[in-house]
């Protein structure tokens, strides 16, 4: 049974950092394609950062420069640095992996392409 058990988040002020994890088990992340989406306040669920299966990273335009993604194979965790935090970051956060056969940035962003969620967690940046 795969799942996958996000950790992190809370509130921030603006400008602020915050790290998230996603721990997996029944499922090896570092073999397949997997990223983070978000969904804000009265908004659709969107890709924010992504890894394809050939480690090509693909960022949302809204969080370049900002967020960065990693993984820890030996743990089998998937991470998300987020720095510089503004109030339109306010959103739940989801892990998401297996994208199947797709891959590049149109498929990879769009949270329809996932099998696997995590639980998601609340990020609240405040002005």
């Known amino acids: 049974q795969v799942q996958l058990v996000q950790s992190g988040g809370g509130s921030v002020q603006s400008g602020g950092s915050l790290r998230l994890s996603c721990a997996a088990s029944?499922?090896?992340?570092?073999?397949?394609?997997m990223g983070w989406l978000r969904q804000g306040p009265g908004q659709k669920r969107e890709g924010v950062v992504v890894?394809?299966?050939?480690?090509?990273?693909y960022y949302a335009d809204s969080v370049k420069g900002r967020f960065t993604i990693s993984q820890d194979n030996a743990k089998n965790t998937l991470y998300l640095q987020m720095n510089s935090l503004k109030p339109e970051d306010t959103a739940m956060y989801y892990c998401?992996?297996?994208?199947?056969?797709?891959?590049?940035?149109?498929?990879?962003?769009?949270?329809?392409?996932?099998?696997?969620w995590g639980q998601g967690t609340q990020v609240t940046v405040s002005s």
């Open positions: 890894l394809d299966t050939d480690g090509t990273t």
């Open positions: 029944g499922y090896t992340l570092s073999s397949h394609c």
């Open positions: 998401a992996a297996d994208c199947g056969h797709y891959t590049g940035r149109d498929y990879l962003l769009h949270p329809a392409t996932y099998a696997y």
